[in-house]
């Protein structure tokens, strides 16, 4: 392997392992908030606040994990094992991190699912009196403004 191709992707290992540590810290931790880039990002995680943060915490060890043979490979690649031996490194580096961020995927999908759902709150889409009373939106109690009619 060349020396730059390997100080590349070297680099590149190293710097998947530090986001994916820095992403496990913050999941276990529970400061991870629901975004567009990080964390277990699956329809179930995604639900509410609390699922995302449970999915999060239950990945953050395969994902502490991930990043750890990603900066272990990409440290191996920088410190100079040239010609067949880097690639070897190269590819277990990159089976470990994909396999191991998959299982955390899983496993926080697992464990958001086993979040219970919020309640559903009152669906309101009607512009006429009798739909928003069907909708739940507003009160039969609550009187209309004079002059409008019912139907």
Known sequence: ???????????????????????????????????AWVGVRTATTLRSEHAFAVGNAAAAVPAGAAGVVALAGGAA???????????????????????????????GNRAASAVALPPPGPVCSGSCAGCDLVAGCRDATTSLPAGSERG
């Open 1 to 35: 392997m060349p020396l730059s191709l390997r100080l590349v992707l070297g680099s590149l290992l190293v710097l998947a392992g530090v986001a994916l540590l820095a992403v496990a810290v913050l999941g276990a931790r529970g400061r991870l908030r629901r975004n």
């Open 77 to 107: 690649l920088l410190a100079g094992p040239g010609g067949a031996l880097g690639w070897v490194v190269l590819a277990v580096a990159l089976v470990g991190m994909l396999g191991l961020a998959g299982v955390a995927g899983m496993v």
